[in-house]
Structure formats: structure tokens, C-alpha cells
């Protein structure tokens, strides 16, 4: 249904500082990334923070542009929409929506509940003040929000309800398509559990499908269908959930996996990092420099991402056996 083919995404550096040669230049978010959801599919992109997810994310729902590369949408190219007359972009941008990380800094300050969840439909439809109003109704009862607080401002709420405040406005519209970005990173752990099973909820509801971003291994293995790795702006391996979970293949993943099951028996549920160090990068791997399997040809030439078996794609020069 959504699939992105070879996009990059370089976004110029202003900051000399960035660079040891003093010289101002550019930063590669995203480097040559093929990726589809299905439709009624979830996909779970995972990786450690700044490797490029949100980035992803937003090229694939054409709010920001790819530098080079296609993004499709039932086999067109985005630019078929974002070139059209408004209607017609308008129809295709109310199918494809997103959830934002931060739920404190995503809502109008300003706009109560009930204001914020008619905004898509004043935006979308020709329905009248009191048909919106019944469905906002709906939307408030769908996600699970009390009746009452549809005249509250974002600032009293607490940040599980305004985060369902955000997935009913997502939803507005009946998308066939959203990015999950990051939904649960703000969230106490007694929350993220609700929200999980809320998104659940709406998929087999809805028939929606899912691009979940997020650092948490457990919650993506509960609600994805299948799991991408992303490194340093890079796929380095795609699975099916369960098998990528039981035999992750790629080192990178490996480690991104051993890392999370030692956080959670430390009770350290909060935090998302993981303690690699990159390298500079080269015209080799980008892991290359921490991988316990590197040899001469991991640094001298990128590997490609390839199909391993039905279903499982690896970017690896030694594969395990």
C-alpha cells in the first residue's frame, strides 16, 4: 500500500563545528531505504535514537521531501498528490496521517478537545456543525476518553489522554494509513500498555495499518506484523516479528536486542538508549567498527540488503550460518 524505493534524505549543515574540517556540509538522515507496509499490516521500525526512523516516517507521508528516491502509494508516485488540485490532495492526505512523538507539544494550547477532533472533519468533510459533533462524540468514546473532557485544554490532561487525543485525531478520518511516531516514548509504563492495546484495538477495528517507530523491543513485538532495523540511516535487516525476535540475524540487531532484555530485568524501562559508539563513517559497513564478526571486506565495501529467506532481508557481508 506505502513503499518507499531507494529514498535518501540529506539535510544540509550550517554548523562548522559538526565537521573536523571546519567546513560547513551536510548530514545523510536516511541512505538509499526500500520499505512497503501492507495494507492491514504493521511494521515495527526499531533503532537506537537519531538513526534516521522519524525521518523515514515523515518522508513516507510526504511532510518533508526525499533528496533523491520514489515514494508509493498504491504503485503512484507521491508527486501524482502533492502536484494535484487541492481536492484531490486533500483526499489523499486525509488516508495517510500521522501520530507525532510528544503529546505535550503536538495539540493547539489553545483548542479544547472538541475543537481539536473537529478540526479534521471541518478540514475534510461538508458535514454540518451537528453531525461533526456526534462524530467527535464517536471519536471520544473510540479512544477510550471520558465524555467530560471534551471541553478540557491540552494543559489538564495528563499525557495518556492527550496522547489518545492525538490517535482520535489521527483517526478522524478514517486513514488508511498511519505513522505511529514514537507513541509511547513519553508515556509512564502503567500508560503504554493502554495505548499499545488502544492501537491494537483500532486495527483490527479499522483494518489500519501501521509504520510503529519505537525504542520498545517488547511493545513492538506485541503489535507488529513484521520488524525493520535501522542503522545510521540504514536498513541492516527485515523480519518477520517472531522470527526476528527469536533469531535476529544481523549483529546490530543482536546487540540492540541484548541490550533491551538487560534493561527490562533492570527495571530500567525508561530508558531508550543504547550503548554503542559509532564511527566515522567509511565506504565499508557502518557497523563494522563494533561488529564481533567484521572482517577485511566490511570495510572496504557496503553491503546491500538482501532477501535471506521468505520474507527476511539482510544487509551483511558474513551472515550467520
Same mark, same amino acid.
Given at each position: 500500500? @506505502?513503499? @518507499? ?24 538522515? @536516511? ?26 516516517? &515523515? ?27 487541492? &481536492? ?28 481539536t477532533l473537529a478540526e479534521p ?13 456526534? &462524530? ?14 471534551? #471541553? ?47 492501537? @491494537? ?7 489500519? #495499518? ?25 536498513l541492516v535487516e527485515t523480519a518477520?516479528t517472531e522470527l526476528f525476535f ?35 563513517? #567509511?565506504?565499508?559497513? &557502518? ?24 520474507? #527476511? ?9
Amino acid at each position: 500500500m @506505502v513503499s @518507499v524505493e531507494e529514498v535518501t534524505k540529506i539535510f544540509p549543515a550550517n554548523r562548522r563545528s559538526l565537521f573536523p574540517s571546519g567546513k560547513a556540509g551536510s548530514v545523510t538522515a @536516511v541512505d538509499r531505504v526500500s520499505l512497503s507496509v501492507a495494507d492491514n499490516e504493521i511494521v515495527a521500525l526499531i533503532g537506537e535514537s537519531g538513526c534516521g526512523k522519524t525521518t523515514l516516517g &515523515k518522508i513516507m507521508l510526504g511532510i518533508i521531501p526525499a533528496s533523491d528516491g520514489k515514494v508509493l502509494f498504491d504503485g503512484h508516485r507521491l508527486e501524482e498528490f502533492t502536484s494535484s488540485g487541492r &481536492k484531490e490532495y486533500m483526499d489523499w492526505r486525509r488516508r495517510y496521517q500521522m501520530v507525532f512523538q510528544d503529546p505535550y507539544s503536538s495539540l493547539n494550547p489553545r483548542l479544547t478537545v472538541r475543537q481539536t477532533l473537529a478540526e479534521p472533519f471541518i478540514l475534510h468533510t461538508g458535514l454540518d456543525t451537528a453531525s461533526v459533533r456526534l &462524530k467527535v462524540d464517536e471519536l471520544i468514546w473510540a479512544v477510550g476518553l471520558d465524555s467530560g473532557v471534551d #471541553s478540557c485544554l491540552p494543559g489538564e490532561l495528563s499525557g495518556g489522554q492527550r496522547q489518545r487525543v492525538n490517535i482520535a485525531r489521527a483517526l478522524a478520518c478514517q486513514p488508511r494509513f498511519i505513522v505511529c511516531d514514537e507513541p509511547l516514548a513519553t508515556l509512564d509504563a502503567s500508560v503504554k500498555s493502554q495505548i499499545v492495546n488502544l492501537l @491494537v484495538g483500532i486495527h483490527r477495528q479499522y483494518g489500519v #495499518s501501521y509504520l510503529f517507530i519505537s525504542h520498545d523491543l517488547p511493545a513492538a513485538r506485541y503489535i507488529a506484523d513484521r520488524v525493520a532495523v535501522m542503522y545510521r540511516g540504514s536498513l541492516v535487516e527485515t523480519a518477520p516479528t517472531e522470527l526476528f525476535f527469536n533469531r535476529p540475524r544481523h549483529p546490530y540487531s543482536q546487540i540492540l536486542l541484548a541490550n533491551s532484555h538487560q534493561r527490562y530485568r533492570d527495571g530500567r524501562l525508561s530508558d531508550p538508549s543504547v550503548p554503542i559508539t559509532h564511527q566515522p563513517g #567509511s565506504t565499508g559497513c &557502518k557497523f563494522a567498527g563494533q561488529c564481533p564478526r567484521a572482517a577485511a571486506v566490511c570495510f572496504s565495501a557496503q553491503p546491500l540488503l538482501i532477501q535471506t529467506e521468505p520474507d #527476511s532481508f539482510l544487509a551483511c557481508h558474513l551472515p550467520p550460518g
